[in-house]
């Protein structure tokens, strides 16, 4: 059995905008959404029928199937698998490939649907608040917090695994004026 490393919503939508229902689920380290009832698929109380798919994280932008998916009462059925090149998301460049899989952008610790790295608002300054300010080398352990960006425990500022890099890496590395977009409408 695969470890449940966090939790997200899954969304179902008949268009682009609007929501059916929604439902929270289970993460798996490998990437797998399960039910929370521990099922290996979700149920979703709709009527079969086509749905745009759409995934929501606590610190990671959301993304949405490009085109509805056919959903229906078979557990067996095929699921909509987002870490895939053949399946197509909603948006321009609205996930990002590591290790040769598809996944949702980290950083958003703000929650405001853009990653941001400087400037008013920024994903950055809330870690370095956490952690006290003053001093960058602090950290905040056993903590579940957007602001832990990689998702380790652990809110830190700089260093080795540290929450910041991540946003930097997501809005483009290079050029740290740049955002990221959540592609969700």
Not at 50 to 58: E, F
Request: hydrophobic fraction near 35%; aromatic fraction near 8%.
């Amino acid at each position: 059995m695969m470890r449940c490393v966090d939790w997200m919503i899954v969304e179902l939508r008949p268009t682009l905008t609007t929501v059916v229902y929604s439902k929270p689920v289970l993460l798996q380290r490998d990437g797998d959404l399960i039910d929370p009832d521990g099922d290996p698929y979700v149920n979703f109380p709709v009527a079969p029928g086509n749905y745009h798919v759409a995934l929501r994280h606590r610190n990671h932008l959301g993304a949405i199937s490009q085109f509805s998916q056919p959903l229906f009462f078979d557990p067996h059925s095929d699921p909509y698998d987002f870490r895939v090149g053949s399946t197509s998301a909603y948006g321009t460049a609205p996930l990002r490939y590591k290790n040769g899989v598809l996944c949702l952008w980290a950083g958003d610790a703000t929650g405001n649907g853009i990653v941001q790295y400087v400037g008013n608002g920024n994903d950055r300054d809330p870690i370095l608040i956490a952690i006290g300010g003053s001093t960058p080398t602090n950290t905040v352990s056993n903590v579940y917090s957007p602001l832990d960006v990689n998702m380790d425990g652990v809110i830190k500022y700089v260093g080795a695994n540290n929450d910041r890099d991540p946003i930097l890496t997501t809005v483009g590395g290079s050029t740290p004026t740049n955002t990221r977009v959540q592609q969700l409408p």
